[in-house]
């Protein structure tokens, strides 16, 4: 957490009104000044809620910037619509802090909220502000907008469809090996440019909003990648009644995560289970895929064909990049 500077504290209105109430820039907010918003939704649309809790010391460092834990947190809730193919309308903040939590922390959050509410036009509508002598907690719950019947979820994949991943994965295990390890950049054979595209991965993963348009077009089922991608594929297979395989030659991974998977090559497993990933996976029906492709390109996100629905139900399969059966200690993260 940013260092705490003694004998500055500030209220918990004073709080609201200096560093949340400027992101409440929608009616329905009631200037953050009411115990509700009150939102109206167009008709022909349906509301997609999801929400996530960020634990300092598990999903964030005590040492991470005040703005990148406020634009992941965020972050992590547009993820989750964007599977969905919905578009993010608002969200509600609620922060439990310890009370000596100083002015500085307030307004570097803040700003990482306000970056990427700015980048996709979603708006802080409440909340709650809490002191807690726990480790600093924060919970969003984002609310997204998508036309009646047209959501995406789990359980609508098929035998045959192709399983698709945006972006590159594992980069967010590396980043936080790396803040944890320094010494494990030289190790991986990592420039100080590699080392920081991985933290900046690990620290602000980018919401895919740019797929909200494709995945609704043309996805059966779509998952972000939260947990791992092989428990985060296999959990839309079991959805779905239906098996996955996975081509581990076929996974994208970034050119750093290459070099420290040329050095050491026992990764693979670990960066296809590790999760904090936030990339999209997608089953699209065989007769779509070209169309798929190209309205991702035109949106300037990568996709990449990591392998197919099929096989046994709810059960992901994995083959290493020699066509064998690849092992792995476990498919995903898991709180419990």
Known sequence: MAERVEGERLGEFEIIARYFAPLATDAAALGLRDDAAVLVISEGYELIATCDTLIEGVHFLGNDPPDSIGYKALSVNLSDLAAKGARGHAYLLSLALPRETPPAWFEGFSSGLRELQE????????????????????????????????????????????????????????????????????AWDLSEEDSAF??????????????????????QAAIDVSD?????????????????????????????????????????????????????????????????????????????????????????????????????????????
């Open 119 to 186: 980048a996709t036009g979603i708006t802080l509508v409440g909340g709650d502000t809490t002191a807690s002598p726990g480790p600093p907690t924060i919970t969003i719950t984002a609310l997204g907008l998508v036309a009646h019947g047209h959501a995406v979820l789990r359980h609508g994949a098929k035998t045959g469809d192709r399983l698709y991943v945006s972006g590159t994965i594992g980069d967010a295990y590396l980043g936080l090996r790396l803040l944890k390890d320094p010494a494990l950049a030289s």
């Open 198 to 219: 991985l933290i900046g991965r690990y620290r602000r993963p980018k919401p895919r909003t740019e797929l909200v348009i494709p995945v609704r077009n043309f996805a």
């Open 228 to 336: 791992g991608l092989v428990g985060d594929v296999e959990k839309l297979a079991r959805a779905s009644h239906a098996g996955a395989l996975i081509e581990a030659g076929s996974v994208p991974f970034s050119a750093p995560a290459q070099k420290a998977l040329q050095r050491e090559p026992r990764l693979l497993a670990t960066l296809l289970t590790a999760g904090d990933d936030y990339e999209i996976v997608a089953a699209v029906p065989e007769a779509s895929a070209a169309a798929f492709e190209a309205e991702a390109q035109a949106k300037g996100v990568p996709v990449t064909m990591i392998g197919r629905i099929g096989g046994p139900s709810g059960d992901a399969r994995v083959l290493a990049p020699d066509g064998k059966p690849l092992e792995l200690g476990r498919k995903g993260f898991a709180h419990f």
